[in-house]
């Protein structure tokens, strides 16, 4: 599909002033319905804050994408579509009643089934059964992630605008243009809404909002071939874009397990809760954390400028720091904080 800068520009601004202009309904919508995070278990906040953020940015997506009716008729596309559907409808559920980890997976699980049955799969593993084995992994993987990283406001909607903007530089400078399309309507979405969700947040995105946000960029980071100078097709540019989700949910798991706690119970013990117990206010810690993220970014972008060397002193250098960064943080007590079941 051919779209020149200017059409990818006007998904992104569409997006972008869909999700500014609807987030403040959403807002009411939320009070009205009952879809409200209550004050509760060392919950930082003192009133009930609305949950719909996500239905906003659902909507501003869908919006910009319908504007390009050519791009909706990319099968791939449709069935991202789909499964962005289903996990709003399992998020909502989620945010209004509750609902038990082994069911929301199986809506994730029936979420990736849609894009793999479309045929979009990781295409690095040769091997067919492993390849879907590993599409599924990835997918669910990533959309936890964001899940687990809506922890602090502005977080996951800001962490998800910086890894779709560079999704979308680096696939529109490699011609790919639906994809660029699709990764800057993600980043609209999500920048239309930070203007409510950044401290202090006026409204939360709630599991409708995380979970659409990290699918779709899973399936944006299988969906684009990522070629570097060096290889033709190179999984660590999806890596090293959505680095600092992998690496929270990472830290997370390592930790409760270690502990003795079960990975899903939910707890104050995330990489930023950790750098805000080191002395940060909370809208530093946000801020440091884009500001990795943003590094995590240009990491992948320069893979795509250099030679197969200075790619892999540049891979090596960004694992590095993370390691570094993951045991700095991993010896922060987070006991003060208590933990709370999810």
């Known amino acids: 599909m051919n779209m020149n800068a200017m059409q990818i520009f006007e998904t992104f601004f569409i997006a972008v002033v869909v999700a500014y202009t609807l987030t403040p309904f959403m807002r009411k919508i939320a009070g009205a319905l009952g ?6 278990d060392n919950k930082v906040h003192a009133h009930p804050i609305p949950l719909l953020g996500g239905v906003a940015i659902f909507f501003a997506f869908l919006i910009a994408m319908l504007t390009k009716i ?20 399992i998020g909502l559920i989620d945010d209004r009643m509750g609902m038990m980890p082994n069911i929301k997976l199986l809506g994730q699980f029936l979420a990736a089934m849609v894009v793999i049955k479309a045929g979009l799969r990781v295409e690095f593993v040769g091997n067919y059964y492993l390849s879907v084995a590993f599409t599924y992994l990835w997918i669910i993987g990533i959309t936890n992630s964001f899940n687990l990283l809506d ?34 309507a993600v980043a609209g979405g999500c920048l239309g809404f930070l203007r409510y969700n950044f401290p202090k947040a006026s409204i939360f995105m709630g599991d409708n909002g995380s979970l659409i946000v990290g699918y779709v960029l899973s399936t944006i980071g299988i969906l684009g071939s990522w070629k570097t100078t060096a290889w033709s097709n190179s999984l660590l540019i999806p890596l090293l874009i959505l680095g600092y989700p992998i690496f929270d949910t990472a830290l997370v798991s390592v930790m409760r397990v270690l502990e003795g706690r079960s990975i899903f119970e939910g707890g104050k013990d995330h990489s930023s809760h ?22 995590l970014g240009l990491a992948a972008f320069a893979l795509t400028q250099v030679s197969l060397p200075a790619g892999m002193a540049v891979a090596a250098c960004a694992f590095i720091a993370m390691l570094v960064l993951g045991v700095r943080l991993a010896l922060v007590d987070t006991k003060q904080y208590g933990h709370r079941k999810r």
Do not use: E
């Open 35 to 40: 879809y409200l995070d209550h004050p509760k």
């Open 70 to 89: 050519d791009l909706i008729s990319l099968g791939h596309v449709r069935a991202i579509l789909c499964g962005t559907l289903i996990l709003l409808v």
């Open 151 to 184: 922890n602090m406001n502005g977080l996951s909607a800001g962490i998800a605008v910086i890894a779709a903007a560079f999704f979308g530089i680096i696939s529109y400078q490699s011609g790919q243009y639906a994809v660029s399309a699709l990764s800057w």
């Open 274 to 295: 950790r750098l805000a117990l080191l002395g940060l206010r909370r809208y530093r810690t946000v801020l440091i954390i884009y500001a990795i993220s943003i590094g």
